[in-house]
Each structure stands twice: as structure tokens, then as C-alpha cells.
């Protein structure tokens, strides 16, 4: 997709932290952005940001795991601006802590909203893109889905559910004129539980900014990459090593510190 001016882009999770970064990014890119999330005030001012600077935006709230929300969703896009041509499949939630005292609701709560949500999302907005033969879906996972991320066991079980989905339909809608891209950020700063938190991650480890996954977004529209890595360190070496050997990662993340650090984060709770 060589321009994104006048397409029309859906995007989830788009009140705050790295959603709205995307949805201004594409903004700016001149497309039209379809901002949803739950809360409605926090969308309005992205919106207003975008509507300042020249852009289009409109809001909808909407719960993504509710099946009613998904469809208006859809059905407000299309009426307001005709079609989807974008979809980033941005809304996730996270949660670090030790498995043995994780809550059933909260496992749930994570499948639903980080990977059941997109996948049905995807489903409803798929069939109209197949029948114009153009759209491209945009899904933000994980490295913790890519390495494996101990204290995180289920957010990394849906991210990395998320990352082999995407890389699955990719394939399978090959030549059909639809394609499907993987973001997978490393720690973002600034944005999600480490900023809340205040809480930065281990200097061996390193983290990217929410404008820097936004800018992978666009970049992975623009030249239908598979996938995109956002993180300055040596991120694939660890993956390419845990292909290998998981117990050999293991003990590399170790000693990069990524196991104490959410080790202590989860049990700041």
C-alpha cells in the first residue's frame, strides 16, 4: 500500500498509550482513522489532536471482546466512511504475575481481549477486503509472545497465540490482496504497565518508544513486511537462540536480567 491518503483505518485500543501514537501516525499519513476503545472522553481527545493537525477521526466506544461492539464497530466504519482498508489490531492487556495466584476471570480477560477479540474483529472486517481484493490487517503482539516472558506466562501465551496466528493468515491470504503484518515491540517507555508502573527495565535489555511502534505500523503498511521487531537491542538472537535451545535462552535472560526484573515486579504486584 503506497499511500495511505484517504484510506480508511480501524483502529482498537486507541484512547492512550501506544493506539493513540498509531492512530495520529496514520493520521498524519493522511488516512481516515477510526478511533475505538471503552472510554469514550480519552478517545475525544485523540481525536481532537488528529482534527487540530488536519486529520479525520471519528470515535467509537466499544468493548472489542463484547460481539455486539465489534459489529457496530464495523458497521460505523463502513457507514461513515464506506469501507475498511486497515486494520491494527492494537487493544491488549497485560498482566504480570505468579501464575500459581493468577485469577481464572483474569486468564480469561487476557485470551478474549489479546487474542479471541482480534481474531473475531479480523473475521467480521475480512470478507469485504477479500471481495475488493485490498486491506491490510496490522496486528501488535509481543516479543514476550516471540521469547517467552516468565511472570507473564499468559499475556505471553496470547501474544505469542497472536504473532503465529498472524504469520499463519499471512500466508494464507497470499496473492489475494489482503496482507497482514506482526509489530512486536520489546518494553515500550512511556507507555503500558512500565510507565505506570515507573519501573524501567534492565539497561541489557533495553525499550523503544510508543512513536517508534507507531512508525513500524506505517512502515509495515507501506512495504507489506511480515514483521516488524521494535526494540534496539539484539532481540532476534535471543529468539534465534531459543529456537535452538530454550534452556541456553533461559539462562541468557537470566543474565540480562529480564527474569529478576519480573520477578520483582510481580511481587510489587
Known sequence: MDSLTRKTAVITGASQGIGAFIAKALAVEGARVVLAARNLDKLGEV????SDRGGEAICVQADITDDTARSNLVKRARLEFDR???????AGVED???YE???????RRLIEVNLLAPMLLTRAILPAM?????????NIASLAGRVGMPYGSVYAGSKGGLARWSLSLRAELAGRGVDVSLISPGFVA???????????PPKALGACRPQQVADAVVRAIKTNAPEIIVNPKPARLLMAIEAVSPRLATQLADRLGLIG???GLARKG
Open 190 to 200: 512511556d507507555a503500558g504497565m512500565f510507565a505506570r508502573r515507573e519501573t524501567p
Open 101 to 107: 495466584t493468577q485469577d481464572a476471570d483474569n486468564i
Open 261 to 263: 526484573f519480573v520477578r
Open 47 to 50: 481525536a481532537r489532536a488528529i
Open 130 to 138: 477479500l471481495e475488493r481484493r485490498f486491506g491490510h490487517i496490522v
Open 84 to 90: 475498511v482498508d486497515i486494520l491494527v489490531n492494537n
Open 96 to 98: 504480570i504475575v505468579e
